[in-house]
């Protein structure tokens, strides 16, 4: 009779060394990433300095998959221990020059996060066909992957299983027993096992004896089933409605909806994966049917694709070409080129498909030829010949100083907003330099001083950009300020409000962001009737008492104090608390929370973008 037996320690510690002997560079990524997220945490609202954290944990995340596929490959070198700690070495400079690449939170752009989440899918495609780089072990490739796949699934339910029942069981104590958990607990669980744990599960399974793989003549039938007769057939249904849509198009003679790219690509990356699956069993006998629906696949996809380009191509005759649209047109050749291959080569071998999708990730994010730089000078000349069309420059420039005198059509108009909102995105709006006098590097609205490294590192906004094309006009009201601060009050789990009457929530907004009064809120309580409004132009927090003003708080000075000697948004109770006493009443205004704006020409912040929080009263007429 079979027995169960738990794994002893010495089992778990003999295993843990070899995961770690195995993968250093990636179980000290991992240990890495877990402090990093430590020290985010205890930062509880990061600052802008401290954004060298975020930037080091996504290099971090990255050389989790980066070290696993280089110990796979070179796990099956014949090189010397030394040279491939070289190698190892190598790519930890590479890493932390990559770190050194990565602009500030001020320069961070929608560029700089496409740009890493396509090196984080290539390296994670690295893991898939690295090992079997320059070796003809089609089967042991597929079977790996095939294990690494079930390892992540293994490794997502046990770290989510054994975290949600250690978290749930601190809540059901602190519940229960009425013991003080601080928050900061569950976090460092959560952390160690999602972080830590998870990486040493994950490596504790990746397959060893790679040459073992390839005599591997076992295929687990659930998998071909479900290829089979859910599949495969659920594609077809969607090749049929595709093929059906373009053939509309053609009889109609009119253009594709967009909707059709992501359909698309969607559809012919499914199916892809769905031959694949049933990949190691397409020589066996019964099988015949795999090779059948591979061959009229690749086929049929280029027909398809024809209705792909003319979609994408017509976007690109109206818009030009941004990055997005880059990325779908290199999705769309590398789709044609993957088609083409397996019509045409004798081989056909899978692992072309990882390979050649990262070579293509690369490919479109670095270099001259790269989805940005292609996708600014496009934009650069879709400017150019608006403004040359248009004649709104003075001198080939536009020029701050004249106001621009010619109008524009409401689509040249709306395309320049459109043209300098997606480069200002995009971390690009110097490729519009030729056309401006001022310096688009940095916000010359915002100041003159000389020297000034706080206002050198402010980013050129999109207000700088509108007050520069002539759409706006410099020193307007919505120039005059800038940067908006959140305040917060950190709260008590009780509050002691002895000596007072009355207890009133308020929350104000100015939608408008104007310097008026603010909506007046109404309390009755029995026979006396309160009210609490603010004075925008002031910043003064108004108390009146049966439609008479018994109480005005300046608010100006205390946002003064605060903005001025800390950055931090978790602020005391104390210092967001203003009290007011007079001969017949007592005043407490408590603020919880405040948006306030800066006010460009003083360097103060006045203007209140949103506030709420309590008023206590203690009225004794």
């Not at 989440?117 to 066909?129: D, G, K, M, S, T």
């Not at 940005?372 to 020029?399: C, H, M, N, P, W």
């Not at 310096?439 to 520069?468: G, I, P, T, W």
């Amino acid at each position: 009779m079979a027995t169960f037996k738990i794994p002893s320690i010495d089992l778990l510690w003999e295993e843990g060394k070899r995961v770690v002997l195995r993968f250093p560079a990636t179980i000290a990524s991992s240990f890495g990433l877990f402090m990093l997220a430590l020290i985010s945490i205890n930062l509880e609202v990061p600052d802008q300095q401290d954004f060298w954290i975020i930037k080091a944990m996504l290099v971090v995340s990255l050389g989790l998959a980066l070290f696993t596929a280089l110990h796979c490959w070179l796990e099956r070198q014949s090189l010397p221990e030394g040279q491939k700690a070289g190698i190892i070495g190598g790519f930890v400079a590479l890493l932390l020059l990559y770190f050194w690449l990565l602009p500030d939170s001020h320069e961070f752009s929608v560029r700089d996060g496409s740009r890493h989440a396509i090196f984080v899918i290539v390296v994670h495609l690295l893991v898939a066909f690295l090992p079997f780089l320059a070796r003809k072990e089609d089967k042991s490739f597929w079977y790996f992957n095939l294990m690494l796949f079930g390892r992540v699934l293994m490794t997502i339910i046990y770290c989510q299983v054994l975290s949600y029942g250690i978290l749930g069981a601190l809540g059901a104590v602190h519940f229960l027993f009425t013991l003080n958990i601080h928050w900061k607990v569950y976090m460092y669980i959560g952390l160690f096992i999602n972080i830590l744990l998870n990486t040493f599960i994950f490596l504790s399974g990746v397959p060893e004896n790679y040459e073992d793989l390839e005599e591997i003549e076992e295929f687990p039938i659930a998998l071909k089933l479900f290829a089979q007769y859910i599949f495969m057939p659920l594609i077809t249904l969607y090749g049929v409605i595709l093929y059906a849509y373009g053939l509309m198009i053609l009889f109609s003679w009119s253009l594709p909806k967009g909707i059709v790219i992501p359909l698309m690509i969607g559809f012919c990356l499914a199916s892809m994966f769905g031959l694949v699956l049933v990949y190691p069993v397409r020589e066996r006998a019964g099988n015949q049917w795999i090779k059948i629906f591979s061959q009229v696949f690749y086929i049929a996809i280029l027909p398809l694709m024809l209705l792909y380009f003319v979609a994408i191509g017509y976007r690109v005759s109206q818009y030009g070409i941004t990055a997005d649209r880059y990325f779908v047109i290199i999705a769309g050749l590398w789709l044609v080129g993957i088609a083409l291959y397996f019509i045409i080569s004798k081989q056909k071998r899978i692992i072309f498909i990882p390979l050649t999708l990262s070579v293509v990730g690369l490919f479109s994010v670095v270099g001259p030829w790269s989805a940005y730089s292609v996708g600014a000078y496009s934009q650069s000349k879709r400017f150019a010949e608006i403004v040359t069309r248009t004649g709104i420059l003075t001198d080939g420039k536009f020029d701050l100083a004249k106001k621009r005198a010619k109008k524009i059509s409401e689509k040249d108009d709306k395309e320049l907003r459109e043209i300098g909102e997606y480069l200002l995105m995009q971390g690009q709006i110097t490729a519009l330099q030729p056309y401006f006098k001022e310096d688009l590097s940095r916000s010359a609205m915002k100041s003159d001083k000389k020297n000034d490294k706080k206002n050198e590192k402010k980013r050129f906004s999109y207000q700088d950009y509108m007050v520069l094309i002539g759409e706006q006009e410099p020193n307007s009201e919505k120039e005059k300020y800038g940067e908006t601060q959140h305040l917060y009050a950190q709260k008590e789990d009780w509050q002691k409000v002895e000596g007072y009457q009355y207890l009133l929530s308020f929350s104000f907004a100015n939608y408008a962001d104007k310097k008026v009064q603010s909506e007046i809120k109404q309390f009755t309580v029995g026979k006396l009737k309160l009210a609490l409004s603010i004075d925008y132009k002031t910043n003064k927090f108004i108390v009146e008492s049966a439609g008479k003003e018994i109480a005005t708080l300046n608010m100006q000075p205390t946002f003064n104090n605060i903005t001025k000697t800390t950055k931090k948004s978790q602020i005391s109770q104390g210092e967001m608390t203003i009290q007011h006493e007079g001969s017949k009443h007592k005043i407490s205004l408590q603020i919880e929370s405040v948006s306030i704006r800066k006010n460009l020409t003083n360097d103060t912040f006045d203007l209140i973008s949103s506030i709420n929080g309590v008023v206590l009263i203690k009225i004794t007429e």
